[in-house]
């Protein structure tokens, strides 16, 4: 009983480390390699806060049934903990064969789980490990094939990895910048960058767009790209995110009072009730009034619990605060969010804004958007406006505002209040 997991009958974590010890002591002189894994199944504590305790233990059960019955000759299953299982596989010693037997595993447990009244779909992820490469004791495998494991889950779902010593490296380069990352936030090291958006018509400056730098002593500049990701999937994003926009807002509030603050928010606030409590409070204590903030949000956002998202969204509005669809045209079922959400801006993503010029298929693309925005009363931006071709193209299809390096690139505050002092004040003083 103490070797067996009660709930699926497969042995338990005691039995697998007593499987990968037996095959490494038979194995010491003449290392031949083996193979360790662990597969968890993403999504699975939505299904199962969904349709009860009852209902997960019938879907492990089934996924444990599943990876028995495609286990290779001489391969174990166990279950590690939760919805997590793992597996040893004598026979297999290379990268190749753990991510051809890893996307075999991953079609078996993607079939649909029959639970009566109903059936589940789930995806699983997995990591890897090969002995001796990647450890030469239980515990050192594990270590490893987790971190392929948490690779995996920061690639999306449904990913496969094998741990090497580059991947390993890049978890720990991870680790470091999310380390330096809170400190930076805590002592309010994040700058917040301002790209200016103006009318297409007349070149004016409507707003500007809030955008997060970072400048650490030790890393140097780290790239939004790469910090903002890692505050997302280790669970501080909201933190990063409230610190930026009590910059920028302060910032906002010394404006001309017709320019707006643009602001994105994180897929993780789009799924907190206390968004819009929170976004409201930071605002007022700035001094910045509702009106003259613009949140974006992006549609692979909103997808992650849209009932949610539509709440929050409406709550916003009613505030007062607007509210940006962006990098639209790139996601999925766009259209169908401009019919269930309420908007009030699009903006174009500028994988299209860029083409314009000698494409003609994104130019019909742009040409479309437009007039279905005019049709629903939108207004549209288009982002990352380089030259003036692109710029006079768009006028000429009437898009109304845009922003890109044509039109300056993202500034410092010290840098926004003299291009505002220089470009914005003395031309409306004219």
Known sequence: MAYTDPLTGLGNRYRLRDKVRTLAAERADDPAPFTVGIVNLDGFKPINDLFGIAAGDEILCQVAHRLKACMPTGATVTRHSGDEFAFVLPLLFERTGAERVGAMFKEVLSAPYDLGDRHVRL?????????????????????????????????????VTVYS??????????????????????????????????????????GFEALARWNDPDLGFVSPAVFVPI??????IDALTEALLRRAAQMAATWPRELFLSFNLSSAQLTDRRTSQIVRSIISKAGLEPER???????????ADAEMAQQIVTDLRE???????????TGQSSLGRLRDFTFDKVKIDRAFVCRIADDEASEHI???????????????????????????????????MGQGYFYGRPMDCDATQKYLDEKYLSSAAE
């Open 319 to 329: 505030a007062g605060i607007r509210i940006a669809l962006d990098d639209f045209g």
């Open 231 to 236: 505050a997302e999937e280790r669970g501080f």
């Open 123 to 159: 995806s699983a992820s997995f990591g890897f490990a090969i002995f001796p490469f990647a450890g030469e004791d239980f515990d050192d495998l594990m270590k490893s094939a987790e971190t392929a494991l948490y690779r995996s889950k920061r690639r999306g779902t449904g990913k």
């Open 366 to 400: 742009i040409r479309a958007i437009v007039t279905m925005c005019q049709g629903l009363n939108l207004e549209v931006v288009a982002e990352g406006i380089e030259d003036f071709s692109e710029a006079l193209k768009l006028k000429a299809l009437g898009c109304g």
């Open 165 to 206: 010593s580059e991947i390993a490296q890049e978890m720990r380069r991870a680790t470091q910048i999310e380390q330096a990352l809170r400190n930076a936030i805590i002592s309010d090291n994040i700058e917040v960058y301002f790209q200016p958006i103006v009318s297409l018509s007349d070149d004016r400056t409507v």
């Open 293 to 303: 903030l613009e949140l974006e949000i992006t549609e692979t956002a909103v997808m």
